[in-house]
């Protein structure tokens, strides 16, 4: 008796239950037959916003732990990727939706393939920019703040964004960098590892002239510049032997490498006046022609020829 009823329960539910939901399922818009047959039905529908909303939570699901650990304007620059993502991986449900409900795709899919393949080779220098701003921003291999060198142009970098990196120059002007530079080019990051560079200032002194002497006065002017960081100490080289001059260098550290042409504006100023308060010369190119001539020259003689 028990297991009649179970019989009849399953019976019920497989046979109203199920059956009424897969009617349901089925119901919609049915064209053709066999293999050219379409079908547009509201378990399609259902699949697809279905879907959706996976594909939506998973790119969400993926940036939260992406962007974590950024700050809040690179999870910003980050939202507008992953929303490009968002509408390729919408494209290709509805590709699959179509192809489930029986419509051809092949044209659609060999049409949309030229079309990416010219838009990829139009748009790849595009594409290069932003991936590097992706790396850019995931790894901190360059930050707001930082002192770059690109192409001979020394700049601060103020704004990062996914395809370019703005910066201002010693003159106030502004650069616009694509991100590729980046990855592709040699740039030279003053501040990469920390904000203290070293930088010099070379001066040559005429031959003859008191070396110590030369030396201690270049210390003392390290020592009492304003913006020269007493630790690690000034120091100075002997550099060279030049063909006018006795080479110098003095060397010191700075906390301001974007603004270290004053300072050495300044050290130089200094360098004149202890020089001149000193006696210490600071020489020019000269050049010595000698006449080598075995019989001398009658110039009244060649005056006179035509």
């Known amino acids: ?15 109203d239950i199920w059956g009424s939901i897969k ?5 919609g818009f049915h064209y053709g037959e066999g293999d050219r047959s379409v ?52 494209v290709a449900v509805i590709l699959l939706t179509m192809s489930a409900a029986g419509i051809d795709i092949t044209i659609l899919i060999t049409a949309s393939a030229a079309l990416f393949v010219g838009l990829g080779l139009a748009l790849q220098e595009l594409f290069q920019d932003v991936i590097a701003g992706i790396f850019i921003i995931i790894d901190k291999s360059l930050q707001v703040g930082d ?29 616009i960098i694509p ?3 980046f990855i592709s080019d040699i740039i030279y990051n003053y501040t990469q590892n920390h904000k203290m560079t070293r930088e010099r200032v070379a001066v040559g002194v005429a031959y003859g002239s008191d070396v110590q002497l030369v030396t201690k006065l270049l210390e003392e002017v390290a ?4 913006g020269v960081l007493k630790n690690p100490k000034p120091f100075v080289l002997f550099e060279d032997f030049g063909d006018s001059a006795l080479l110098f260098s003095i060397n010191f550290f700075t906390n ?20 001149r308060q000193h006696n210490v010369t600071i020489p020019f190119p000269q050049r010595d022609v000698h006449f080598y001539q075995h ?11 035509p």
């Open 1 to 15: 008796m028990a297991q009649d009823q179970n019989e009849g329960l399953k019976e019920v539910i497989k046979e």
């Open 23 to 27: 009617e349901f399922l089925s119901w």
């Open 39 to 90: 079908h547009i039905t509201v378990g399609l529908l259902l699949l697809l916003i279905t879907a959706f909303i996976v594909t939506s939570f998973l790119l969400k699901t993926i940036r939260q732990i992406l962007t974590r650990k950024m700050e809040a304007d690179d999870k910003l620059k980050f939202i507008s990727v992953f929303k490009f993502i968002k509408y390729v991986v919408y």
């Open 147 to 175: 002192i770059v060198d690109v192409n001979g142009k020394v700049g601060k970098v103020f704004e990062i964004k996914l395809r370019t990196t703005r910066a201002i120059t010693r003159d106030d002007k502004v650069i």
């Open 179 to 181: 991100n590729h530079k």
């Open 223 to 226: 020592h009492e510049q304003k």
């Open 256 to 275: 301001d490498s974007f603004g270290d042409p004053k300072v050495k504006s300044s050290i130089r100023y200094a360098i004149d006046a202890k020089f």
């Open 295 to 305: 019989e001398p020259i009658d110039i009244a003689s060649a005056a006179k020829k």
